[in-house]
């Protein structure tokens, strides 16, 4: 259970566990529903793909810059679900015309899309801001803001269709997933270019919701945790002892978040690390003192 400030004081896990697990809590959960996302092809959006699958899912669309690697991910879908279609395009989440095409393709393909996942980052060796390289940190904020923007714009027509069509059927829709991290609350030196990009992404979530909750979205950005992905392995050595967690969390906690578990938490930060059992108790409190949201403090 974390002390930490930045953080609720909850029991915090490291891999799936029960009430999070797509292939038996969940499983099921996913029925009927398209996913869509981007950064498929490894590390934490293969695992978010598979537990789709394993969660029911109708189809998955996966999006990247590596076709060999969204072939391989397309196949692991297929074992982990049969019944689950998948299929991908070549996507970088940076270019506009890109994404806008690659959700155009998903939507022809399998008719709609009810989750979206932003899940395409980028984290370049840390370095301190006056000796850093202009465009190499600019490209942070390209991928991990604009690319998340570009997954938001062209999404949101089919989430909110997505949104009313389930709650015709008395269920929950249109859920937007946007990858935050724990640094978006951080102030780590040499990291100015990921946390402040992060950071974004909170406010940003909180954006999405003020405009679109009232057409039925549900928007969170998250920490996925610490995972020893090629991405987290560009933080600097000595934080690589905080890479302990599976990919498989962030992948669970997000099938459980698109089940409609965590409605009433649209537009804030959550944690994959949390809970969820634990969180859900502390909703009330949440909501009455506006928790897990970007705020300037004024009052001690």
Request: negative net charge.
């Amino acid at each position: 259970m974390s002390t930490d400030p930045q953080n609720l004081a909850l029991t915090e896990h490291h891999g799936v566990y029960p009430a999070i697990d797509p292939a038996s809590t969940l499983k099921g959960s996913a029925a009927g529903k398209v996913l869509f996302i981007t950064g498929a092809s490894r590390g934490i959006g293969r695992a978010t793909a598979l537990a789709f699958a394993e969660a029911g899912a109708k189809a998955v669309y996966l999006t990247a810059r590596s076709p060999a690697e969204l072939e391989a991910t397309r196949d692991l879908v297929r074992q982990a679900n049969p019944q689950t279609q998948c299929a991908f395009s070549l996507c970088d989440v940076t270019r506009a015309e890109q994404v806008e095409a690659a959700v155009a393709d998903c939507v022809q393909t399998f008719g709609g899309i009810d989750v979206a996942d932003a899940n395409a980052g980028y984290l370049a060796q840390w370095t301190k801001i006056g000796e850093s390289d202009p465009a190499n940190w600019w490209h942070t904020w390209e991928v991990n803001v604009r690319g998340a923007y570009h997954v938001i714009r062209f999404c949101l027509p089919y989430l909110i269709a997505s949104a009313r069509k389930w709650a015709a059927q008395g269920s929950s829709g249109g859920h937007l997933i946007l990858l935050s991290s724990i640094g978006a609350q951080r102030l780590a030196p040499t990291a100015s270019d990921y946390q402040t990009s992060k950071h974004a992404i909170n406010r940003l979530c909180e954006f999405v919701q003020v405009d679109h909750g009232q057409d039925g979205i549900k928007c969170f950005a998250i920490h996925p945790g610490g995972v020893a992905t090629e991405l987290g392995r560009n933080m600097p050595e000595d934080r690589h002892v905080y890479l302990t967690d599976s990919p498989d969390l962030a992948a669970g906690f997000i099938v459980w978040l698109a089940a409609g578990k965590a409605d009433w938490a649209a537009g804030r930060y959550l944690s994959a690390n949390w809970d969820v059992q634990e969180l859900t108790a502390q909703k009330d409190e949440i909501l009455r003192n506006d928790l897990l949201v970007n705020r300037l403090r004024t009052q001690v």
